[in-house]
């Protein structure tokens, strides 16, 4: 007996995500050994949990579609790409990947709406949510180092950048949980 629930299409859809999730993590990954080898270990250290914090998505795309009966098919991982120049294409790296992934996650719940597909459209809402909050960080890091001086920063402003990243946690918060008393 079939016990799959997904049709092909989402089941694809899902995979390929599972290992966009994983493309994401050696993007982050690589990124912290270059901003290690630069001696931001801060920087280093905080792209690190990030890069094991995209691992953990793949795994959650992964579990949900065996959980519906499918066999999630692992892919080769694109290459990560270039060492970024500075820090400043570094982070805009960083927010450009979150922006194609928010991309590919809305194509999946777009996806699932269209097959009335209720269960992956109601998983879906966890990733839209986190988009929102991996945007907020990425956006936040560009203004941090904006704000630093930009690739002109002095030494002491990028140092005081790398302990403030290796000390924040990695999370943002969501403008929809905002009130006046917790702007």
Partial sequence: MNTNRLSPAIEKALSDQMNK???ASHTFLSYGIWADDKG????????????QEERNHSIKFMEYVLNRGGKPKVA???APPAD???????FDGIFKHEVDNTTAIYKIVDLSLQEKDWATWNFMQWFVQEQIEEETLAQNLIDKLKIAGGDRATDESLFTLDKSLKESPDDAPL???ATGANP
């Fill in 21 to 23: 999730e994983i493309h």
């Fill in 40 to 51: 931001y270990q801060g920087i280093a250290n905080f792209l690190y949990r990030h890069a």
């Fill in 76 to 78: 080769a991982i694109p």
């Fill in 84 to 90: 970024p120049k500075t820090l400043t294409a570094c």
């Fill in 175 to 177: 403008a929809q949980n």
